[in-house]
């Protein structure tokens, strides 16, 4: 079981930067694969960037690459999404999620549990 909360969210000017944490409870949080997604007015809900229970690998979204950073503390049972030379176009809900096993990292079929959402609106 587990259950997880986002934050981090909010207004920011394109160019700004931001950090999403998500804080998961329970005792296996080291052991998933967590992801991070988002989701746009009018949009469906896409994959952002997913780092293994490792830690080793990082995956990201094209469109992403170079200005976000996934990592984890295991030890706080927390992912981060560090968010810099944000764009409007990322102006969407963010969602973590949580996933057992991965065989896709940007498949969101593949994730178990996932977070309320936290707002982030980027202001040109």
């Known amino acids: 079981q587990v259950q997880l909360v986002e934050s981090g969210g909010g207004l920011v000017q394109a160019g700004g930067s931001l950090r999403l944490s998500c804080a998961a409870s329970g005792r296996t949080f080291s052991s998933y694969t967590m992801g991070w997604f988002r989701q746009a007015p009018g949009k469906e809900r896409e994959f952002v960037a997913a780092?293994?229970?490792?830690?080793?690998?990082?995956y990201y979204k094209n469109s992403v690459k170079g200005r976000f950073t996934i990592s984890r503390d295991n030890a706080k049972n927390t992912v981060y999404l560090q968010m810099n030379s944000l764009k409007p176009e990322d102006t969407a809900v963010y969602y973590c999620?949580?996933?057992?096993?991965?065989?896709?990292?940007?498949?969101?079929?593949?994730?178990?549990?996932w977070g309320q959402g936290t707002q982030v609106t980027v202001s040109s």
């Open positions: 999620a949580a996933a057992r096993t991965v065989v896709v990292a940007s498949a969101e079929n593949e994730y178990d549990y």
């Open positions: 780092i293994p229970w490792s830690g080793i690998t990082t």
